[in-house]
């Protein structure tokens, strides 16, 4: 048996960095830096729409996670199924009010 063929180049998407999602900050860096965290949001109520409800975010920062989680909690909070960084929703009202009573807001 006998085989044919030809070279072909072939790319491979390759992360050089991170950029917050909150404030912009970028690093090159090509594992998530000290510091930073990864989290999604999103819900898994029945239709088309569950699958496009997650968000996956990438902060430098602790305010910055603060801001993101709140606003997704305010995105989903009236989602059964609700899901912010592996908290249901009446926990992570709980920790949205928490919060802004603890920062006067």
Do not use: Q
């Amino acid at each position: 048996m006998s085989r044919t063929g030809e070279n072909k180049l072939v790319e491979k998407w390759v992360p050089t960095g991170y950029e917050c999602d909150c404030c912009h900050k970028k690093v090159s860096s090509g594992d998530l830096p000290k510091g930073w965290k990864s989290f999604s949001a999103g819900h898994g109520e029945w239709g088309n729409d569950s699958h496009e409800s997650y968000n996956n975010y990438d902060v430098c920062s602790f305010y910055c996670y603060v801001s993101l989680f709140t606003e997704e909690y305010e995105r989903l909070k009236d989602e059964d199924s609700g899901v912010i960084d592996h908290c249901d929703m009446t926990y992570a009202g709980s920790l949205v009010t928490y919060i802004k009573t603890a920062w006067n807001e």
